[in-house]
């Protein structure tokens, strides 16, 4: 449907029109709006829809995030006031549209699942995770000469309890988990190997898939930082594509 006109001052109208580099639309894929001085993720809205965006500073400068599993993330950078002036981003009957191009990631590259996340203390992954597990599954089932190694990292490096899943073997249940101890390190290579497991179960050769634990050695911030939640990921590198 065409974008309902809004007071052009205070809110816009999007539109992130996310493709593959065949040119087909990317369904599911996010953008994160980041107020790009203190790095803080405001929101998140979907790609490939009308959405209604409005300044998050006096600057009017925004920074757009697309990480779609499998696929180099994109940053682009545009003014709330002025969208017209980023290259590619066009202004058509009150819409303001702005393209990201997706590419598959490449041997060397580094890729973090930003929307893989963990309960607390745990290598139980919640529900949401599901979305870019798929997109790496996808990634791995698109060329059988795909190897990666999963990296995980915590924030901080103390020790802890560890849960891990139950009888069940759902990696996204707390029913039942089992309930151990461990350094910072193990927990980030539990939690590695639960995705690790997760594309086994998935149909993946484990000779494709190795990991590597991190603990709380290689933080993005430091651990008392307000970001330092971002601290704790799991990376995937890509070895041979």
Known sequence: PPPTPVNSTYEKTFFFNVVYESGSKANGAEISVVEPKSERKEYIVKGNENVTIKPINQSGDIRLECDLAGYRKIVQYINFQRPESSDGVIIKNNQVTVPFVLVRLKKGDHT??????????????????????????EMMNSNPKYRIRIHGHTNGSGAGRILETGESGDPFSLGGAREGSGSAKKLSLKRAEVIRNYLINAGVDPARMDTK????????????????????RVEVEVLED
Do not use: C
């Open 213 to 232: 634990a991190w603990g709380g050695k290689n933080p993005i911030y430091d651990k008392f930082h307000t970001q330092a939640s971002a601290n704790v």
């Open 112 to 137: 973090i699942l930003y929307n893989v996340l963990f309960y607390k203390d745990a290598a139980i992954m919640r529900a949401e995770s599901k979305f870019d597990l798929d997109g790496l599954l």
